[in-house]
């Protein structure tokens, strides 16, 4: 690795900023519409994180106490899935990175524990934060309790009535949890006055969760995807499968992830954007999302609120308007109306692809691979493994396929009960409804 300057995987993470061909669009001050500076962020987050956000430096050293609550699951696996590749009858070699096999069962704790330690050296008491499918509620509770923070969380009404197991593990690492929209804050009570029934979305509780934080000097408010600093922790995703990948004598041909709010897929694939920028390599970049909220492929790319009240600031991303609320699909993870601002840039760059697929698809895929290679996939990236396996289906020599599985399904057995009784449905989202969201942006 010396010759290429690349610290080895899991010393440092990785900053994709100053590679890019161009720089990405700053965030914006709701008011003034000028870029947001330090002061601006500075109650919401610690300065360390701040500091992350906005750094031009390639690399960032992994400090030494996230590495030690690292050690509890890293390095992750990777696996070649041949039951799955038999099944298909496919010369493609499919690899899957394997996340689930962290302490709350998916990916969210790589930057989860960070947040915590950086908030807690600053002398912060407690975190607040939002989760859709739960991973993420789960992954910051179990980090708080690593440092000592207290931790309150917002759970996506439709998944809180979903997914109770969910609730019950944040609790059991010590955190308050609140079904969203909620009656304890002015943006979830507003929600609630004009929609009693609102199933909740990530941006809705997103507002109530960053009302909570500003309202205290001693809170700050951690996100589990979407900003830079988020994504730039889960790199330790693909810079352990790069180096697992060359042990094998193996390179990528197609990288492949789901997205919702964009951390799992940019983490996998941006220390190969690296390489393929570089030269040293050129695989095709493929991200997955869901039909029911396709950012990417029926968004706007355009400043935007990343919450449903308007407390962030102005984001250009891939969005859906901050208004648009999902369909209750069981990919929780993935109901968010925006795409990361890092990810819009570098789709709208065109340096890699995006597709949308019903839930269906997606539940087959998932089915298809616990019965082969007997991990039940989380909703969410069965989106990916559907991908995966269309493109194992069309190949036609021997393609190297590499995606991250982020997470298991042992807290989603409602959502596969629902497929296998053939219950489930898939939603379309009309263009109609789609243009009325983003006649209300910003």
């Known amino acids: 690795m010396a010759d290429t300057g690349i610290p080895r995987a899991g010393s440092s993470w990785y900053n994709v900023v100053p590679d890019l061909p161009a720089p990405p ?20 987050f610690p300065m360390d994180l701040i500091a992350q956000e906005v750094t031009t430096d390639p690399f960032v050293e992994i400090p030494e106490e996230v590495r030690e609550v690292y050690r509890l699951w890293r390095p992750t696996p990777l696996v070649r899935a041949r039951r799955l590749e038999r099944a298909l009858g496919t010369p493609a070699r499919i690899y899957f990175k394997y996340e689930g096999v962290s302490p709350v069962g998916s ?31 789960s992954a910051l509770a179990f980090a708080c309790a ?35 929209p909620s ?14 029934g609102s199933p909740g979305s990530l941006g809705i509780a997103i507002s109530e969760a960053v009302e909570q934080a500003g309202a205290a000097d001693d809170t700050r408010y951690a996100l589990g995807s979407v ?49 393929k920028l570089a030269g040293r390599m050129a695989p095709r970049l493929l991200a997955v999302e869901p039909s029911a909220c396709p950012s990417f492929t029926k968004g ?10 308007g407390f962030t600031p102005l984001l250009k991303m891939h969005t859906l308007g901050h208004g648009f609320v999902p369909d209750p699909i069981h990919a929780g993870g993935l109901r968010y109306h925006g795409m990361a601002p890092l990810l819009s840039h570098i789709y709208d760059l065109g340096l890699f692809d995006a597709v949308a697929k019903p839930q269906r698809e997606c539940f087959e895929a998932g089915v298809l691979f616990a019965r082969t290679e007997g991990i039940v996939p989380a909703p969410e990236p069965t ?49 109609e409804r789609v243009a009325e969201s983003l006649g209300r942006l910003p």
């Open 25 to 44: 669009p700053p965030p914006l001050h709701p008011g003034t519409r000028e870029p947001v500076g330090p002061d601006d962020l500075a109650p919401l």
């Open 146 to 180: 690593q440092f000592g923070l207290e931790c309150e969380i917002w759970m996506v009404r439709a998944s809180y009535d979903q997914k109770p197991h969910r609730r019950s593990m944040m609790e059991l690492y010590g955190a308050n949890v609140h079904p969203s």
């Open 300 to 309: 706007r790319y355009a400043y935007d609120f990343g919450d449903t009240a």
């Open 107 to 137: 990916h969210k704790p790589n930057t989860a524990v960070p947040q915590a330690f950086y908030n807690a050296r600053q002398g912060v008491r407690r975190l607040t934060s939002e989760t859709g499918a739960g991973q993420w509620g």
């Open 383 to 431: 989106h990916a493994l559907a991908a995966t396996i269309e493109a194992a289906r069309e190949a036609t020599t021997e393609t190297v396929i590499l995606t991250a599985l982020c997470g298991h399904g042992h807290f989603d057995m409602a959502a596969y009960d629902r497929y296998l009784s053939g219950e489930m449905e898939d939603f379309d989202l009309s263009p």
């Open 227 to 275: 900003l830079n600093h988020v994504l730039m922790h889960q790199t330790v995703i693909g810079e352990e499968a790069r180096e697992q990948l060359a042990l094998l004598g193996e390179t990528p041909d197609l990288i492949v992830g789901c997205t919702g709010g964009g951390s799992n897929f940019a983490g996998l694939a941006f220390p190969f954007l690296r390489e």
């Open 183 to 196: 009656p304890l804050t002015t943006s979830g009570a507003k929600v609630l006055a004009e929609h009693p």
